[in-house]
């Protein structure tokens, strides 16, 4: 198991899901933990849970993710690592019939709240000589599915990002990955299969990997055996990757 004690991490989208799973892996871990999310209330009993830092806000609003960087960084003294989570399904619609605020709704967040992310966090990370930047992205941007054009792009998007960043920063130390995690029983899912718009719904909920597993994996690419990965999408459905954390035998 990776040991993150004395680090300090940020996990936005930790309100439930894979975002609270990691927050509670990195907190196991040792490290003292950032939760952000808009749901004011389970960020906060979150945080308390796990002795880690309530900080609500929105990912889509720049002022919002520099405003939880400088709290985590005043309250715990510095920042390790940015797991950019927080995400959404956004209108699951047919291009011609997609409500143009909520298609644009799901580019900020999926997309422009990494790039808030990723510009928060890289001042105080450079200074520091160095840190983690882990972003969760999707087998999505890179195969379309009927009814989910927002998510793709926005995923596609994000992957750019963290190769951008990883072609722009390591050479400052700046450890760059996205993980794709397959498919995880989550809200999102549940909306997902309550949806019955594409193959994606129709799986059977047992095929679903539990949160769990892409927070441990999370918790894994901070090790050394992240460093080979710098600059690619890690995939979960790879039995290999989920072996090396230790989710199988
Ligand atoms: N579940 C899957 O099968 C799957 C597969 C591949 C990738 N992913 C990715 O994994 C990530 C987490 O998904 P999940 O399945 O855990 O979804 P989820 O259960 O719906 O949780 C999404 C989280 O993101 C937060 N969030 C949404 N919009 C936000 C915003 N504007 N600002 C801050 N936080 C925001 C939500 O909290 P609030 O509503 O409180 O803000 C919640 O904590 C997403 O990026 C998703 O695309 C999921």
Same mark, same amino acid.
């Given at each position: 198991?990776?040991?993150?004690?004395?680090?300090?991490?940020?996990?936005t989208?930790?309100?439930?899901?894979?975002?609270?799973?990691?927050?509670r892996?990195?907190?196991?871990?040792g490290?003292?933990?950032?939760?952000?999310?808009?749901?004011?209330?389970?960020?906060?009993d979150?945080?308390?849970?796990?002795?880690?830092?309530?900080?609500?806000?929105?990912?889509?609003?720049?002022?919002?993710?520099?405003?939880?960087?400088?709290?985590?960084?005043?309250?715990?003294?510095?920042?390790?690592?940015?797991?950019?989570?927080a995400?959404?399904?956004?209108?699951?619609?047919?291009?011609?019939?997609?409500?143009?605020?909520?298609?644009?709704?799901?580019?900020?967040?999926?997309l422009?709240?990494?790039?808030?992310?990723?510009?928060?966090?890289? &001042?105080?990370?450079?200074?520091?000589?160095?840190?983690?930047?882990?972003?969760?992205?999707?087998?999505?941007?890179?195969?379309?599915?009927?009814?989910?054009?927002?998510?793709?792009?926005?995923?596609?998007?994000?992957?750019?990002?963290?190769?951008?960043?990883?072609?722009?920063?390591?050479?400052?130390?700046?450890?760059?990955?996205?993980?794709? &995690?397959?498919?995880?029983?989550?809200?999102?899912?549940?909306?997902?299969?309550?949806?019955?718009?594409?193959?994606?719904?129709?799986?059977?909920?047992?095929?679903?990997?539990?949160?769990?597993?892409?927070?441990r994996?999370?918790?894994?690419?901070?090790?050394?055996?992240?460093?080979?990965?710098?600059?690619?999408?890690?995939?979960l459905?790879?039995?290999?990757?989920?072996?090396?954390?230790?989710?199988?035998?």
């Amino acid at each position: 198991m990776v040991n993150l004690q004395g680090k300090v991490v940020l996990v936005t989208g930790s309100s439930r899901g894979i975002g609270a799973a990691a927050a509670r892996a990195f907190a196991q871990a040792g490290a003292r933990v950032g939760v952000m999310a808009r749901s004011e209330s389970a960020v906060n009993d979150l945080a308390a849970q796990i002795g880690g830092i309530a900080l609500s806000g929105d990912v889509a609003s720049p002022t919002d993710m520099e405003r939880a960087v400088a709290t985590l960084v005043e309250q715990a003294g510095r920042l390790d690592v940015l797991v950019n989570n927080a995400g959404l399904i956004g209108p699951i619609a047919g291009i011609s019939a997609a409500d143009p605020g909520e298609w644009g709704q799901a580019i900020d967040v999926n997309l422009k709240g990494v790039f808030h992310g990723m510009r928060a966090a890289l &001042p105080v990370m450079r200074a520091q000589g160095g840190g983690t930047i882990l972003t969760v992205g999707s087998g999505a941007a890179h195969n379309p599915q009927e009814g989910w054009s927002a998510y793709c792009a926005s995923k596609a998007g994000a992957w750019m990002l963290t190769r951008a960043l990883d072609h722009e920063a390591r050479s400052q130390g700046i450890r760059a990955i996205s993980l794709s &995690p397959g498919t995880v029983a989550t809200d999102m899912q549940d909306a997902i299969r309550k949806s019955g718009v594409n193959p994606v719904s129709r799986l059977d909920w047992s095929v679903h990997i539990p949160p769990e597993w892409p927070a441990r994996a999370l918790v894994w690419l901070c090790g050394p055996d992240g460093d080979e990965f710098l600059g690619t999408e890690v995939s979960l459905r790879d039995e290999a990757i989920r072996r090396r954390v230790g989710l199988i035998p």
